[in-house]
Every structure is written in structure tokens, then in C-alpha cells.
């Protein structure tokens, strides 16, 4: 009777046999070139022979993507503080400045709407036309029609220094207002302002879905921009697919 | 999309935060230790910083697969793969002797046979016409039929012909001890 252990031996030793035959395993570009079907095929054909060759690598081919992180207790989960240790090896490896965390962790964001809650303001906000309606305890803030480059097919390519802005110093607060083009095909947008000195990313919206009119806006509490600093403002377009981003619009505020 | 000219440090950390989990997962589902896969994962992450001026905008997380899927085939190139089925042995499980007991006399009728069987087993297997022979000896491997079509870019239906074409041929020439039994398929 042939047993388990007759087929192992039997398969290594056919698979050293093939290995003796065929030469080296594949390469990692004709592996992922077999994979998006490139291949013509006399090369599809030898590449079927040097993965059961080399079944390492068939199984390597096949093994699916995760769709999502590990949960605890599950193969493969990493905590936040892991996420976090590890970037910071991955700083130093890369050589990226280290201390100022640029992007907060996923699910923190600067909640301005609670600090604008303390205020109890709601804002409609209008521009050419629009009617602006206000319900707040604070004086009406600044309004501020952000400069961004035209955008051509979806993407932000011109190469001109972004248009800046400049703030009057220290209203209560600035409603941002940011137009778009009719047929930018974003469903939603996020902002995300920076600090141009530090690189230091002071706060950034949830997705925000544009106006009729293709705008959309944001309150910003005037104590986030300090004077005579230089801020960016990052516009993000998401389809569902994925986030590109989109522009860059500088502020500054006066002294 | 230039994602150096605009500000590519952000969109870097932020793919990082976003898709760290799923990479180092990726690594772990592979049967990677776990600080082999952090490594694995630093590097995708390493040739994601790297070519990040070649980024035009394709979805993220293709584009971050591809990077990963080419760490992971270059670190199997290297050898450093360990088969599926090796066993391994804990240095601190308490039932591992550091002096095993003396092995038992060979069987030599035993070895005899086994070896004659591998040899039939063998000289058959590589009659089997190409297809089939590459489907049996992935299956050997313990993958999946549908493992197999994916690796082979066949059809499952034509990974089952194949593998009952082949499990006939072999019972042909062999006998009832030309497959493998349920259990150890």
C-alpha cells in the first residue's frame, strides 16, 4: 500500500527533478506579469511548469488579500500601538522628520465642530448668489473664498505655486469656502489643513459632499491659525474607490 | 497626480495608517512569523515611499498589493520560505527531550517496499500527460482545486477533469494503492 509519506517523497522528488530541469524560479516581474496575463503563450506554458516546480511561489500567486485588518485574537491582528511603533521604525528606516506626527491616527480628527458647538453656531453658506444664514452666540466669522488651481482632469497637474490667501488676523472664526468645478466626479471631499513650518497637520473634516452649486464649506475657529503663519489647505476628492488628492490653496494670516 | 509635489509625506502616512493592518495580515496568512512579517510589511512600505513619484493615481490598495505581493516573491526567491508542512519544534516545550531515545532498528522489508512503491509512483507520474501531472503534484502539495486553477489560470472545472483523469490512470497502473486515501488527500 502506497502511503502519505511515498507521495511527499515521490513530490520532492519529481519537484527536484523539474528544478534540475527548468533552471531558476521566477522572477517576481514574471510572476506578476503571468498574473495580469501578459504572457504570451510559449511563456504562460513555462510558467505553469516552473510554479509546480516551485509550488512556493503558486502558493504565494493565489494567497488572497485581506479586505480588512485582523481582529483581536485573530492571526495577523496588529494593535494601534504596534501601528504606531512600527511607523516610527519605518521613520527612521526612510529617513522621514520624526516627532511630528503629520497625520493624526485614523479615527482622530480634530473635532472642530465641538469646539463650534460650544457656540452653538450653524452655517449656510453662500457665495455669488447664495444667501448666507447664520445661528450662533459669536460674531459672524470671517468669510473666506479659498483660491484653488483649476482643476484638469480630476487631478490637480498645473505646475504654478498654489494661490494664497490671506486671512484677516484672528476673527472668532473663518468659514472656508471652497468651489469646485461642475464636473469634478467626486462624490465627497475632505480638507485637511497643515502648518507649512512645521509640516504639522492641525485638522482635517470628515468627507463632505458638495452643494448644488458645487461648493462646499467649513468653519474654522480662528484660535487653530495664529498669526503670521502660513497654513496649507489640502482638498481630497474620494469616488469609492479610493482618495486622490486634489489641490493645494495656501492662507496666511496677517499679523 | 504628482504625489511628491504635493505633499507626499502626508499621503504616504496616510496610506501607511490606512493599510499597515492588511499588509502585515497578508504576511501572517502566509504562515510568516510574525517579526519576519513586520519586516516584510516595513519593506512594502519602504518601496511604497520609494516609487511614490510613480504613483498616477491607480486605487491604492492595488497598487499597494502589487508592491507587497512583489516583497513577498522576492523574499521566497531567497530562500528564505519555509515549506508548509515542516514541522517545527518548540525549544521550550517540556516535552521535547534534548536526548531522544535511540532510534528503533530499520525495517529493512519495510524500507524495501516503501521504496519500490515510491519508484512505481513515481515512472507513473511522469506519464501523465503535462496538464494532469502539474494538477496532481500541486494537489499533492495539499493546495486546493481551487488553488490550483487559480495558479494554472484554468478553469476549476478543468482542475477536477484533470485530477480524475489522473487518479484513473494512476489506479490503472498501480492499483488501489495508485491514490491516496480521503484522509490524506
Redesign the interface.
Known amino acids: 500500500m502506497i502511503t502519505k509519506s511515498d507521495w511527499l517523497t515521490v513530490r520532492e522528488q519529481l519537484m527536484n527533478e523539474e528544478r534540475r530541469s527548468l533552471g531558476a524560479p521566477p522572477t517576481a516581474d514574471e510572476l506578476l506579469a503571468y498574473r495580469r496575463g501578459e504572457l504570451d503563450e510559449a511563456e504562460t506554458e513555462r510558467m505553469r511548469e516552473l510554479l509546480v516546480a516551485y509550488p512556493e511561489f503558486a502558493r504565494a500567486l493565489v494567497e488572497p488579500f485581506p479586505a480588512e485588518d485582523a481582529k483581536p485574537g485573530e492571526v495577523g491582528y496588529v494593535s494601534p500601538g504596534e501601528i504606531d511603533r512600527q511607523w516610527e521604525r519605518l521613520q527612521e528606516r526612510i529617513g522621514l522628520p520624526k516627532g511630528a506626527p503629520v497625520v493624526a491616527a485614523a479615527d482622530r480628527r480634530v473635532t472642530f465642530w465641538r469646539v463650534f458647538a460650544a457656540v452653538a453656531a450653524t452655517l449656510a453658506i453662500l457665495v455669488t448668489g447664495w444667501s448666507l444664514q447664520l445661528a450662533r452666540r459669536l460674531e459672524q466669522p470671517q468669510l473666506v473664498t479659498l483660491g484653488f488651481p483649476l482643476l484638469e482632469d480630476e487631478h490637480w497637474r498645473g505646475s504654478a505655486p498654489a494661490p494664497r490667501t490671506i486671512l484677516p488676523n484672528r476673527p472668532e472664526a473663518y468659514a472656508l469656502i471652497v468651489p469646485l468645478k461642475a464636473e469634478n466626479p467626486f462624490v465627497e471631499y475632505r480638507l485637511e489643513i497643515v502648518d507649512v513650518a512645521s509640516g504639522r497637520k492641525l485638522w482635517t473634516t470628515s468627507a463632505v459632499q458638495p452643494r448644488t452649486d458645487d461648493t462646499f464649506s467649513i468653519v474654522v475657529p480662528g484660535r487653530f491659525l495664529q498669526s503670521g503663519r502660513d497654513y496649507q489647505v489640502v482638498l481630497y476628492g474620494s469616488n469609492g474607490k479610493g482618495e486622490v488628492r486634489l489641490a493645494t490653496s495656501t492662507v496666511t494670516v496677517e499679523k | 497626480?504628482?504625489?511628491v509635489k504635493?505633499?507626499g509625506?502626508?499621503?504616504?502616512?496616510?496610506m501607511?495608517?490606512?493599510y499597515?493592518?492588511?499588509v502585515?495580515?497578508?504576511f501572517?496568512?502566509?504562515g510568516i512569523q510574525d517579526s519576519e512579517?513586520?519586516d516584510l510589511?516595513?519593506d512594502t512600505?519602504?518601496r511604497l515611499?520609494?516609487g511614490m513619484s510613480q504613483y498616477r493615481?491607480e486605487?491604492?490598495?492595488g497598487y499597494l498589493?502589487?508592491i507587497?505581493?512583489?516583497v513577498?516573491?522576492?523574499w521566497?526567491?531567497k530562500g528564505k520560505?519555509v515549506?508548509?508542512?515542516a514541522p517545527t519544534v518548540d525549544i521550550d516545550d517540556p516535552e521535547v527531550k534534548l536526548d531522544p531515545p535511540a532510534a528503533e532498528e530499520p525495517d529493512y522489508a519495510e524500507r524495501e517496499e516503501?521504496e519500490l512503491?515510491?519508484k512505481q509512483?513515481?515512472e507513473a507520474?511522469?506519464e501523465l500527460p503535462?496538464g494532469q501531472?502539474?494538477c496532481q503534484?500541486?494537489r499533492?502539495?495539499g493546495?486546493s482545486y481551487e488553488?490550483i486553477a487559480?495558479?494554472?489560470?484554468i478553469s476549476l472545472d478543468a482542475v477536477r477533469s484533470r485530477l480524475r483523469d489522473a487518479k484513473k490512470f494512476l489506479m490503472e497502473r498501480?492499483g488501489?494503492?495508485?491514490t491516496?486515501t480521503e484522509d490524506?488527500e
Not at chain 2, 509625506?9 to 496616510?14: D, G, H, Q
Open positions: 497626480m504628482n504625489i504635493n505633499g509625506n502626508e499621503w504616504f502616512e496616510r501607511y495608517r490606512k499597515y493592518g492588511r502585515y495580515r497578508f501572517r496568512r502566509d512579517a513586520s510589511a516595513q512600505f519602504v515611499y520609494e493615481g486605487a491604492e490598495w498589493e502589487t507587497a505581493r512583489r513577498l516573491f522576492n521566497i526567491r520560505a515549506k508548509r508542512n516503501s512503491h515510491c509512483l513515481r507520474i511522469r503535462t501531472r502539474g503534484e500541486l499533492m502539495d493546495m488553488e487559480q495558479a494554472l489560470g498501480l488501489d494503492g495508485g491516496l490524506q
